[in-house]
């Protein structure tokens, strides 16, 4: 079985020889680490060191991680007395210890549970390689799916995005998904269509996945860009560098909200002032439509060292920080919301009730 | 003679025993390091090296220098055939040695220029003593006027800023004047009144001055205080934290547009959305009426690893980077323009004529 093939010149992870090779992405760009995973518990190490990280491809991740938990070669089958139970409680055991890797992680549960209703249907009678097949089977599927989302989105977006440069916050990349990534997909689908469009990349303080990693993968894409510190963004558009900005989500409320990554929020304020549109490119999967308002969606508050210290260098003392992870964008701010299934103008609930109806 | 008495809890310089101690700005706050300097020399060594910024105290650094040039026990002093012409000798090669160490620094040859009307008018047949006093007098009457002009402008500007949060960017405290300061000089007056006011600090990115100087004289001053990255100023704002924006100023054009470090520009526009006003104060030498508008005021653009490293550690690879180190902010942002004069309340070229008639 062929895993997918991945559009993106970034790639997260690759599946070889019946194991996962993921890249460090805590050492991009400075060192490109790969680190083989051939169990279900190095998976879960990965996840929970965030080696990898994004919400669809710790999803991905931890479904191929639920596949290799009964890889023919696994210790599991070499036990005396294989039967029905014990394949129950293996999978129960591997369906826990990835799901306690990312907590929070949305999409890593998702996964998880598709793979469990896989299992409920399965014939535990089968042979090793069998029963390993099925799973990779469905751990592909869902790997295939998010690519094809991730193209889908690229394809309705690059259209909307009038011409200029392109400013992003985060990274939102391959890296992020295991296809071609959602906002950075769109603005690689820009950049395929040869328009040699100018990326202005926000550093995205305190962990910088801007400097490190979306800058990287525009590298490795061969795209025009420029890296700017995060309070460099009005100074560009001030300058009519900025045609469109686009950002991805982790969580949409029911109205249009948007919690994304910390600095999103003054992004959407600054574009709004400078009358520059302002998109956000997720797959629907991120939409909670139980959560009506950005109001009611949690905002993590993360350690005071994430600020203080840069790859383990003291920037300053142990002062006072306040570090939430996320902001709320209101949706009055959002020109389109971009979608796999399409895109949701001017999103509002009512706007969002006529695109799902 | 005595030094001038400094109300500021922080210090960028110490006189004693005929020599200036320089706290290191470049290693505050994680080392308090002193250096010594007996001679001009040694001054310039130190303006050149960035162990002290901020132009004010740049200034006043520069015209102790001219006075340490002249010390008793300065060699200039033990050559054969001391006369008026070798005075005047030494005089200029210490003032271009002064003048070439920070070459940009407008408030440097104002204060050198300043030292130069004295030294015009002087006797050079005075004792060395005679002599050296007079140069030190000098040296610190600017000293006590730039503590003067910052007291003023505390007292103008904290009776302005609304009660709630004051968020700040950069350093614009003690340290970067040689007095109490002057943004931060407002907000150390608003938390000398007891209001029990919390301080909002931007770490400003890419040199970090806000997280390393103004954290730093905070804690030393004894405020409450929160350290943010420069991205999360809207969330405060959001919140309804922040109930006023302050920041300095490096240059002001004849119409109230302001060059302050980059960043600004962001605050302003994020300050106007939610209804909070900013405020800007400098003292009057920053007013630059010879440039018409914002548009003039050419930007520096600086390395490009001023951004790529950290106190030396790489954060990303060499990527092309662009790094303003200053934003201009259109004078229809600002609320108030506190000088040492008094206020400028919305500040255009007419209400800036109308206050300096």
Redesign the interface.
């Known amino acids: 079985m062929k895993p997918p093939q991945v559009p993106g010149a970034a790639k997260p992870f690759v599946w070889q020889d019946n194991r996962v090779y993921f890249v460090d992405q805590r050492e991009l760009?400075?060192a490109e680490k790969w680190i083989t995973c051939s169990d279900e518990k190095q998976v879960a190490a990965v996840i929970r060191d965030m080696v990898v990280r994004g919400a669809p491809a710790i999803g991905i991740a931890a479904a191929l991680g639920m596949a290799l938990a009964f890889h023919p070669e696994h210790p599991l089958w070499s036990q005396s007395g294989v039967n029905e139970e014990l394949l129950h409680e293996h999978w129960q055991g591997s369906y826990k210890l990835l799901a306690e890797s990312r907590p929070t992680a949305v999409n890593l549960f998702w996964a998880l549970r598709r793979m469990e209703a896989l299992w409920q249907g399965i014939d535990k009678k089968l042979e090793s390689l069998e029963l390993f097949a099925a799973l990779l089977q469905e751990a592909f599927a869902i790997w295939q799916e998010t690519i094809a989302a991730d193209q889908a989105m690229a394809r309705y977006g690059a259209p909307l995005l009038p011409p200029g440069g392109i400013l992003t916050h985060c990274n939102t990349g391959a890296l992020a998904t295991g296809g071609l990534g959602t906002a950075l997909g769109v603005i690689f689908q820009v950049g395929r269509q040869g328009d040699g469009v100018r990326v202005?990349v926000?550093?995205?303080?305190?962990y910088?996945q801007g400097?490190?990693l979306t800058?990287?993968e525009l590298?490795q894409e061969g795209m025009d860009?420029?890296?700017?510190?995060?309070?460099?963004?009005?100074?560009?558009m001030?300058r009519g560098w900025v045609g469109s900005v686009i950002v991805g989500a982790d969580r949409i409320a029911a109205n249009g909200d948007t919690a994304n990554k910390?600095?999103t929020?003054?992004l959407a304020?600054?574009a709004?002032?400078y009358g520059i549109p302002f998109y956000v490119a997720a797959p629907l999967s991120t939409l909670d439509r139980r959560t009506p308002t950005g109001q009611e969606i949690p905002i993590e508050e993360r350690e005071a060292q994430e600020?203080?210290r840069?790859?383990?260098?003291?920037?300053?003392?142990d002062?006072?920080?306040?570090?939430?992870a996320f902001?709320?964008t209101p949706h009055s701010l959002i020109r389109a919301i971009i979608t796999e299934k399409g895109v949701i103008e001017k999103p509002t609930v009512q706007e969002i009730d006529r695109f799902l109806a």
């Open positions: 760009p400075l202005w926000d550093e995205t303080r305190p910088l400097a490190r800058a990287y590298a860009f420029r890296l700017i510190s995060d309070n460099m963004a009005a100074s560009a001030s910390v600095g929020l003054n304020i600054l709004q002032h600020l203080t840069v790859r383990g260098t003291a920037i300053t003392a002062y006072p920080v306040w570090n939430p902001d709320i």
